[in-house]
């Protein structure tokens, strides 16, 4: 796995993305995101894109390109919410894919299962996470009044 730093960004052309940031926590759920975008892009047969990726793409666009909006900058540019990952199947809209290994905060949780409830630009999304905090994403997804399917790997969509 690997981390892009300021310099590499750089490097790459899209210095405005900001460098990714390493932890215990990030380390973890960067790998976990890693397993899954192999599986899905195996079991499904679709393109899978990362969170840098679709950033970059968003930012070269001037658009979302699969990312619900959370509210606006100060600017009054909207203030996107990306996937964890997206998939791109054929001539269909993307499916946003979001890895919840921890919960941070039932008002956060809820903020980011509206926006996406509102996402219009997304077919699905998907929220894989371990039985203890699917059952927090499910009273969240209940709580901005939209609805749970069950998936086909341990988690939910909504």
Known sequence: MYTATREGVAWAGIPQLEPALVGVATTRHRAACAWLAVHLERAEGVEVWGEPRL?????????????????????GRPRLRPPDLALFPDAALP?????ELSVDGSRRLEAICRAWACCRI???????????IARAVSRAVSSVRATTHPNPVPGKTF
Do not use: M, T
């Open 95 to 99: 499916v946003a894919v979001e890895v």
């Open 55 to 75: 950033r970059a793409a968003e930012l070269e666009a001037d658009h979302a390109v699969a990312s619900a909006q959370l509210g606006q900058l100060p600017d």
């Open 122 to 132: 997304v077919s699905e999304v998907r929220c894989y996470a371990p039985q203890q």
